[in-house]
């Protein structure tokens, strides 16, 4: 009894009466909604049928064909008209199921897709091929395997406006002779091997992490460039002041005399072992010492300045003494002149 109860269901689904490649697509979904592979129930002969819109019937009389049934009113013959197709003429969305396919550089990558068609010629979509929907679809497949062989995978993962330009275009090359056209190809979903993904998620990590050090050493360049000119700038305005501000030398020099005399009071916290003057214990001998620098600074100071001004005189006369030259070299001249001729 419970046999009996299952398998009424089964029986009275509307595929299960069907057979050939769209019965085997449609048990293949799984689903119980009517797929764009489920063929349709066809009108009755009723003498008298109106036509949906953007639908065309293909009618057959005695077994040949003698019209297409436009949208609107139309009158068949009982008994000798037979509806045998019904084209919907609208856009239809065909599901391209997951298939596998090998790139370029032997990587096996899972992709679906979505194909967009639409019957533009119902007679030959009828009479060119045997189911043309089902033939578009396994044309996709394959075209898509193709393209996708003579790609890598970075070209796969970049380029894929392109990729489905192209399986568009092939799938219209070779669906003009069964009334169909493909309007567009959309790849959904690219689903690598897991090893390569995770190779893609290290690199794009890598990548990241190479910006990161690049700008970070840019960063400490550019501070150490700015600190480094701050401090020049800092020594040069010091020395400017201490240049143009009266008694600055005798200033500096007295504060290198004081360092001095400070650097022996350091020199125990330093080291054990430090290298002293003989008469360190005499006070009055390391003040001395630390004023003789201060007047050698202040004589090397001076020195500097009258060696200047001694250089720019001698530069002074030696410019008078060639212009002089210069002038009395005429004179030379003539006078040897004379004596050659004499």
């Not at 690598?192 to 990548?207: D, G, Y």
């Amino acid at each position: 009894m419970m046999n009996r109860l299952v398998s009424r269901p089964l029986a009275r689904a509307p595929w299960a009466m069907q057979s050939g490649p769209r019965a085997l697509a449609r048990s293949m979904s799984g689903g119980s909604n009517m797929t764009f592979f489920q063929r349709q129930s066809l009108p009755a002969n009723t003498v008298i049928r109106f036509v949906p819109q953007q639908t065309a019937w293909v009618v057959e009389r005695m077994g040949k064909f003698s019209r297409i049934l436009e949208p609107g009113l139309a009158i068949l013959v009982p008994f000798i008209d037979r509806i045998k197709y019904v084209k919907s003429l609208k856009e239809s969305a065909v599901e391209i199921p997951s298939q596998s396919a090998i790139t370029a550089d032997n990587v096996t990558l899972a992709l679906d897709g979505v194909l967009y068609i639409r019957v533009f010629d119902a007679y030959k979509a009828s009479y060119g091929v045997e189911d043309a929907e089902y033939a578009v679809a396994q044309l996709a497949q394959t075209t898509m395997r193709s393209e996708i062989g003579q790609l890598t995978l970075d070209h796969v993962l970049r380029e894929r406006q392109t990729l489905n330009a192209n399986i568009t275009a092939a799938i219209n090359d070779a669906a003009q002779a069964w009334g169909v056209t493909c309007l567009r190809y959309e790849i959904r979903d690219i689903h690598p091997p897991a090893n390569v993904l995770e190779a893609m998620h290290r690199q794009v990590s890598a990548e990241r992490a190479k910006r990161a050090e690049i700008l970070e050493s840019e960063g400490h360049k550019t501070a150490a460039i700015n600190r480094a000119e701050g401090a020049a700038e800092g020594i040069r305005r010091v020395a400017e002041a201490i240049k143009q501000t009266p008694g600055g030398s005798d200033a500096v020099a007295l504060q290198v005399a004081e360092k001095y005399v400070d650097a022996f009071g350091n020199l125990a916290k330093e080291s054990n072992t430090v290298v002293v003057p003989a008469d360190l214990g005499n006070m009055s001998s390391l003040i001395a010492g630390g004023l003789k620098i201060y007047e050698q600074v202040q004589n090397n100071t001076s020195r500097s300045s009258n060696s200047s001004s001694t250089s720019q005189k001698s530069a002074h006369n030696s410019q008078e003494f060639s212009s002089t030259s210069v002038d009395a070299d005429p004179e030379l001249s003539q006078a040897d002149t004379k004596s050659n001729v004499l």
